[in-house]
């Protein structure tokens, strides 16, 4: 069946304005989750979705990000103000209700913020 | 989530066996040990997870020691396909559900 898709898969945008990012998970996963990776490094976790509610969010870096996700499908990662520090290849899993643990990743979204 | 330490890169000449390693000495009695990948512009893979016995499945072995504070995972015949960078990641099976990734080790498979 289809995975965890990402949109757009390259995004280049001028500091300071803002950007949105798409994560269509697998179909009934209930799970979703964004990272983020600087090139060279590990990921970072961002937010965690479980349904449309965010129990952890414990991860964005500032208030200039945030995330929703609705009906329980789609999730929308938005960062405002653009900041050259931001660029970096953004992840989104996806994974079933537990007792799964096995998370399911997209592509990733590369932004660059120039 | 308890911290894993993994040797920075590793060569295998391809058809041999694998190894890689990951130290995670802090590990508490309710965390498993999960391996992912991440081949070259792609997501992160997963590979295996366990507890304390050792696990195989179609990817891979993990070798857990007996005092848990240490693994190690085996592909048994390396390809060229399996050039990545190798994630030991520590956490609890419940509650917190975030993967916490270090910088893994960059395996590099020798023609």
């Known amino acids: 069946g289809a995975g965890v898709s990402q949109s757009p898969s390259n995004k280049v945008t001028e500091k300071g304005k803002d950007v949105e990012l798409r994560c269509d998970p697998i179909?009934?996963?209930?799970?979703l989750y964004w990272y983020r990776q600087r090139l060279g490094q590990g990921l970072e976790f961002l937010i965690y979705?479980?349904?449309?509610?965010?129990?952890?969010k414990s991860g964005l870096p500032s208030d200039r990000f945030s995330a929703e996700r609705t009906g329980e499908s789609v999730s929308t990662l938005t960062i405002q103000r653009t900041q050259q520090e931001d660029s970096a290849v953004y992840l989104c899993?996806?994974?079933?209700?537990?007792?799964?643990?096995?998370?399911?990743f997209g592509p990733g979204t590369r932004l660059t913020v120039l | 989530d308890a911290k894993t330490t993994q040797p920075t890169s590793m060569d295998c000449a391809e058809g041999r066996a694998a190894n890689l390693p990951c130290n995670h000495s802090?590990?508490?009695?309710?965390?498993?040990v999960y391996w992912y990948r991440q081949i070259h512009s792609q997501g992160p893979q997963y590979i295996i997870h366990g507890l304390k016995n050792n696990e195989t499945n179609e990817m891979a072995s993990l070798i857990i020691t007996e005092d848990r504070k240490s693994s190690t995972l085996i592909l048994p015949h390396a390809t060229l396909r399996d050039t990545a960078v190798y994630y030991c990641i520590v956490r609890a099976h419940f509650g917190n559900e975030k993967l916490t990734f270090g910088t893994g080790t960059r395996l590099t498979i020798i023609p």
């Open positions: 179909s009934g996963h209930t799970a």
């Open positions: 979705f479980q349904g449309n509610s965010a129990p952890d």
């Open positions: 802090t590990i508490s009695g309710n965390e498993y």
């Open positions: 899993a996806s994974k079933e209700a537990l007792p799964a643990n096995e998370q399911f």
